[in-house]
C-alpha cells in the first residue's frame, strides 16, 4: 500500500513549511493557499477521511481540533477569526484520501463558500 501525500510529507519524504507538530499531529502550509492563511493539520496516523473514523480514533479527532485552535492563535487569527473545513469524499472537494483539517483566515470569509 503506497503511502499518501501527507504520510510522505510527515516523513519529511517531501518538504512543506511545518507549523506545528507533536506525536499526533503536523500542521503546515498549504501549497495552493485559498486564504492569507491556510494552513492543514492532519493525523501522522492516517484516517482516510472523518467519514471513516472509528471510536479507536476519538482521542486523535480531539487533539486535532485542539490543536488546529491552538496553531490558529498562534498564527495570529483568535482574535480575527478563522475557518476549520474538514472534507469528505470527493464531492465535498477532498483531493488526499487522509483526513485533514484546513485552518483558513486573514481575510473575511465568505458564507456559503464558493
Known sequence: MSKTLF???SAR???AKIVY??????AFEDIK???PVHVLIVPKRPIPRVGEAIPS????LGHLLLKAAEVAATLGLKETGY????NNGPNAGETVPHLHCHILGGRHL???PG
Open 33 to 35: 493557499p485559498a486564504a
Open 7 to 9: 504520510e510522505k510529507i
Open 83 to 86: 475557518r476549520l473545513v474538514i
Open 21 to 26: 507538530e507533536d506525536d499526533l499531529v503536523l
Open 13 to 15: 519524504e517531501i518538504p
Open 57 to 60: 480514533d476519538l482521542q486523535v
Open 110 to 112: 465568505s458564507w456559503p
